[in-house]
């Protein structure tokens, strides 16, 4: 497995779980056009895209452009590595017809496509180290629970406030939430930052 620093921008689920099978990295998808109307995913990748850095890896249609161009414009371009993929004609196992343009998108590329497409962005494919930050100590599901962000009943106004004062959409799943408060903060200013809160 390959870790990647960077946080890497998708279009779709398709792609992240394509890439959650090659890389060890933190994977956002955009939802496809949602980016153009959620200001909350704009700000949190800009946020991200300062922490860490961001890695546009689109499909190479007029569509993935788009979305590429749309990030662009939120997020300062000296923070983005931008991975291309070829033009493939042909169509994703999983679909029925092929895209408009026919091409296949990051889902339906090869593996070495996407290592090419990394590659040439910039990117440090390195094998992951097997060296342990153990001194770092880190938010997680535990923390969430303990903290009411999950099984207590007002988890979900507790979460909506944190979010909100993150400026983070307010859909993502407990596990993206942990993946990004643990770029975001530290785990101190996470806790101060719920005491300060609640």
């Known amino acids: 497995m390959i870790k990647i620093n960077e946080v890497i921008v998708v279009e779709g689920k398709s792609d992240k779980i394509k890439l959650e099978r090659l890389v060890d990295a933190v994977i956002i998808e955009t939802g496809g056009f949602r980016i153009f109307k959620d200001d909350e995913m704009r700000n949190m990748l800009r946020d991200l895209a300062e922490k860490r850095g961001l890695i546009i890896l689109t499909d190479s249609d007029s569509a993935g452009f788009a979305i590429r161009n749309a990030i662009k414009g939120s997020v300062d371009p000296k923070f983005i590595k931008n991975a291309y ?114």
Do not use: W
């Open 85 to 198: 993929i070829s033009e493939v004609k042909g169509k994703e196992r999983r679909k029925r017809n092929p895209s408009k343009e026919g091409l296949l998108g990051v889902e339906g590329v090869s593996d070495e496509e996407i290592f090419n497409a990394l590659r040439r962005a910039g990117v440090n494919l390195e094998k992951k180290s097997s060296e342990k930050r153990e001194n770092i100590k880190k938010i997680t599901k535990i923390d969430m629970f303990e903290d009411g962000f999950s099984g207590s009943s007002n988890s979900v106004e507790r979460r909506k406030k944190l979010e909100q004062e993150l400026n983070l959409p307010t859909h993502l799943s407990t596990n993206k939430l942990i993946e990004v408060l643990n770029i975001l903060l530290t785990y101190e200013e996470y806790k101060n930052l719920i005491d300060s809160l609640f």
